[in-house]
């Protein structure tokens, strides 16, 4: 998310001026950044399943793609525009039901309580490379960039 929002400089300044968006920009960050390659652990199909793209037998194993609905253009209107503080339905980036992410809410805290203080404390950090030549790791379970080289004016 750090490494969004400094390729993103706009929405960067926009949560050092205000501070009090940092929630519902998370929450948008979280609905658009994929967290690995796969969005969930398979399923295996119960029964036969019939839809819009066929049926899909009992016993299969399925991965339902999370992203993909994250950025359901029927559920989310513009979906890849960063709106904080969208109405309506909420994303599936910490799963849903019996297995919804039993960390969401700590991890949704850890994320805030970073970006208020790395706000607060350096509020002209910058990517100190283009942000295409951030180098990545595209995991299954976690992507990420491999390193994040960024500066901020106190260092030039
Ligand atoms: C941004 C951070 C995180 C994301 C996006 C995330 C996402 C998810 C997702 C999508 C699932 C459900 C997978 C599925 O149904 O196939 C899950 C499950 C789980 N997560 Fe997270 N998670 C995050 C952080 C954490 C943290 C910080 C913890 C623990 C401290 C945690 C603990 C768990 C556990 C225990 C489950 C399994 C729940 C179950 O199967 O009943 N997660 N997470």
Same mark, same amino acid.
């Given at each position: 998310?750090?490494?969004?929002?400094?390729?993103?400089?706009?929405?960067?300044?926009?949560?050092?001026?205000? &501070?009090?968006?940092? &929630?519902?920009?998370?929450?948008?960050?979280?609905?658009?950044?994929?967290?690995?390659?796969?969005?969930?652990?398979?399923?295996?199909?119960?029964?036969?399943?019939?839809?819009?793209?066929?049926?899909?037998?009992?016993?299969?194993?399925?991965?339902?793609?999370?992203?993909?609905?994250?950025?359901?253009?029927?559920?989310? !209107?513009?979906?890849?525009?960063?709106?904080?503080?969208?109405?309506?339905?909420? /994303?599936?980036?910490? !799963?849903?039901?019996? /297995?919804?992410?039993?960390?969401?809410?700590?991890?949704?805290?850890?994320?805030?309580?970073? #970006?208020?203080? #790395?706000?607060?404390? #350096?509020? !002209?950090?910058?990517?100190?490379?283009?942000?295409?030549?951030?180098? !990545?790791? /595209?995991?299954?379970?976690?992507?990420?960039?491999?390193?994040?080289?960024?500066?901020?004016?106190?260092?030039?």
């Amino acid at each position: 998310m750090v490494y969004t929002l400094l390729a993103a400089p706009p929405l960067w300044q926009s949560l050092v001026k205000d &501070p009090s968006r940092i &929630p519902d920009t998370v929450e948008e960050l979280l609905r658009l950044i994929p967290l690995g390659t796969n969005s969930t652990f398979p399923r295996v199909a119960g029964d036969d399943v019939d839809g819009s793209w066929g049926r899909i037998n009992a016993g299969s194993v399925v991965y339902l793609d999370v992203f993909a609905a994250n950025r359901d253009p029927a559920v989310f !209107g513009d979906p890849l525009a960063i709106v904080p503080g969208r109405n309506g339905p909420k /994303h599936l980036q910490f !799963g849903y039901g019996m /297995h919804h992410c039993m960390g969401a809410a700590l991890a949704r805290m850890e994320i805030v309580t970073v #970006l208020e203080i #790395l706000v607060a404390r #350096l509020p !002209g950090l910058e990517l100190a490379v283009p942000a295409v030549e951030v180098p !990545g790791v /595209h995991g299954t379970i976690l992507r990420r960039p491999a390193a994040l080289p960024v500066r901020w004016p106190s260092l030039r």
